[in-house]
């Protein structure tokens, strides 16, 4: 009796030390997917602040460059395309939507640089106050947008390690915890650009 008494309570704390075990990592698992999806909502954030500065930035080269209809028309095309476009926490585990979204804040990228190239054929515009400040709100918002990716893809990969490292996978894959995607960098931009004057 006394030997069934003891096996029992060693089962009893072995399987109070498998729940606690599976209750913490659970929890640490928890704890990164709440920082991926922080991090994803300060992406979110600084690519609004890009969105809400091109109407101002639109509308004063508007008045100088009047001619520049296409430029100004592909800019306010590709905001309205990429701020269509959102990403849920939930739609991050699906790699097929996060390079959707990319693609559209890529065609933005690529419709703002050629803006700003069309802007260097009017000296009077690039001496404009108000021109200068929305160019360097823009500029400082394009590297807020770099070092958010960076964050949110350090994150990522913190939480997709410990997705995969052995033993808290087994706990990962029982609760339904799925990958992130990763931000990528856009097609063709491991080619430098070729600068001629």
């Not at 997709?160 to 996978?169: A, K, Q, V």
């Given at each position: 009796?006394?030997?069934?008494?003891?096996?029992?309570?060693?089962?009893?704390?072995?399987?109070?030390?498998?729940?606690?075990?599976?209750?913490?990592?659970?929890?640490?698992?928890?704890?990164?997917?709440?920082?991926?999806?922080?991090?994803?909502?300060?992406?979110?954030?600084?690519?609004?602040?890009?969105?809400?500065?091109?109407?101002?930035?639109?509308?004063?080269?508007?008045?100088?460059?009047?001619q520049?209809?296409?430029?100004?028309?592909?800019?306010?095309?590709a905001?309205?395309?990429?701020t269509?476009?959102?990403?849920?926490?939930?739609?991050?585990?699906?790699?097929?939507?996060?390079a959707?979204f990319?693609?559209?804040?890529n065609?933005?990228?690529?419709?703002l640089?050629?803006?700003?190239?069309?802007?260097?054929?009017?000296?009077?515009?690039?001496?404009?106050?108000?021109?200068?400040t929305?160019q360097?709100?823009?500029?400082?918002?394009e590297n807020?947008i770099?070092?958010?990716r960076?964050r949110?893809?350090?994150?990522?990969?913190?939480?997709?390690?410990?997705?995969?490292?052995?033993?808290?996978?087994?706990?990962?894959?029982?609760?339904?915890?799925k990958?992130?995607a990763?931000?990528e960098a856009?097609?063709?931009?491991?080619?430098?650009?070729?600068?001629?004057f």
């Amino acid at each position: 009796m006394r030997a069934g008494l003891i096996a029992l309570i060693v089962i009893v704390v072995v399987i109070v030390g498998l729940v606690g075990w599976a209750v913490s990592v659970q929890n640490r698992l928890v704890t990164l997917e709440q920082d991926v999806n922080e991090k994803w909502a300060q992406v979110q954030n600084v690519y609004q602040r890009r969105a809400d500065l091109i109407p101002n930035l639109v509308e004063t080269v508007k008045g100088f460059a009047a001619q520049e209809r296409t430029v100004l028309t592909e800019v306010t095309q590709a905001r309205a395309s990429a701020t269509s476009i959102k990403l849920t926490p939930e739609a991050l585990n699906d790699p097929q939507a996060m390079a959707k979204f990319q693609a559209a804040q890529n065609q933005l990228s690529g419709a703002l640089s050629r803006l700003l190239v069309t802007v260097e054929r009017y000296p009077e515009l690039k001496s404009n106050q108000n021109f200068l400040t929305l160019q360097s709100q823009l500029e400082g918002t394009e590297n807020r947008i770099t070092v958010e990716r960076q964050r949110y893809n350090t994150a990522v990969r913190d939480y997709n390690t410990r997705l995969r490292i052995f033993p808290g996978s087994l706990v990962a894959g029982m609760m339904g915890f799925k990958p992130k995607a990763f931000f990528e960098a856009a097609p063709g931009s491991e080619t430098a650009p070729k600068v001629k004057f």
